[in-house]
């Protein structure tokens, strides 16, 4: 029979914010092999492979199917997910980890100020140019996604390896796409968020997967959590 894999981050605010939460509910983790272990128990679900990993690493597992359920941010299930969300279910909003995933743009273009704008600015650009806007980002789906639906096709992605908010000083990009909480990074660097520029408002989520194996034990585990397991009984 299937027991439960549950899956939290593995440290950082993010862990400890997580941590509180389940003991608010009446669920205490304890964590085995002191801080820099990646194991751990949690009280009140019965027998729970329970599993210390990082964000992406629980988006990822989620998508795929080898965990049942865990918490991480929506930003990376959205950008993960091949399809936007068919392989998981959001069970319930945390209320902590926010931060929005944007477009910005150099403060510099006073003309751009929408999509519709940076569409334009694209095609100037590459009649310009002989190029293409360069758009960095580590978020590639999402990207494409919301380009596509506000009718930009004036750009190519970059992968953003390191600090995507430099690109534009640095000269490997034009445009980018990244995650902010109050917007003082991307002033600082001299980038301006787009009117309608906003992809995704993201924050910490408990999410059930919908390719994991729901038989035995695990059902019966996540009914104890009723938020996910209303998200479940939805599913099948």
């Known amino acids: 029979m299937s027991i439960l894999s ?7 605010r993010l862990k400890e914010k997580t941590e509180d939460w389940f003991r608010e509910q009446g669920f205490p983790i304890r964590q085995i092999g002191g801080e820099r272990g990646y194991q751990a128990e949690i009280d009140g679900l019965g027998q729970v492979d329970m599993r210390l990993l990082s964000a992406r690493e629980i988006a990822q597992g989620l998508i795929d199917g080898t965990i049942h359920a865990g918490v991480t941010g929506e930003d990376l299930l959205q950008d993960l997910s091949p ?35 940076l569409e334009a ?16 980002t580590k978020y590639m789906r999402l990207t494409r996604r919301f380009f596509a639906a506000k009718s930009v096709g004036e750009y190519r992605l970059v992968e953003s390896a390191g600090a995507t908010e430099a690109a534009p000083a640095t000269g490997s990009a034009d445009v980018i796409v990244d995650i902010t909480s109050t ?47 209303k998200i479940l009984d939805e599913i099948y």
């Open 121 to 136: 600015a694209g095609a100037a650009f590459r009649k310009a140019h002989h190029r293409r806007l360069r758009v960095a």
């Open 183 to 229: 917007g003082a990074t991307l002033r600082a660097n001299g980038l301006k968020v787009l009117s309608d520029g906003v992809i995704l408002k993201s924050e910490a989520v408990l999410a059930v997967s919908t390719r994991a194996d729901w038989t035995g034990e695990a059902r019966n585990s996540l009914s104890l959590l009723r938020s996910a397991a």
């Open 83 to 117: 399809t936007g969300d068919a392989e998981f279910r959001i069970a319930e909003r945390l209320g902590f980890g926010g931060a929005d995933v944007i477009v910005a743009v150099p403060q510099a273009w006073l003309d751009v100020d929408t999509m519709s704008d």
């Open 6 to 12: 549950l899956a939290i981050p593995s440290k950082g």
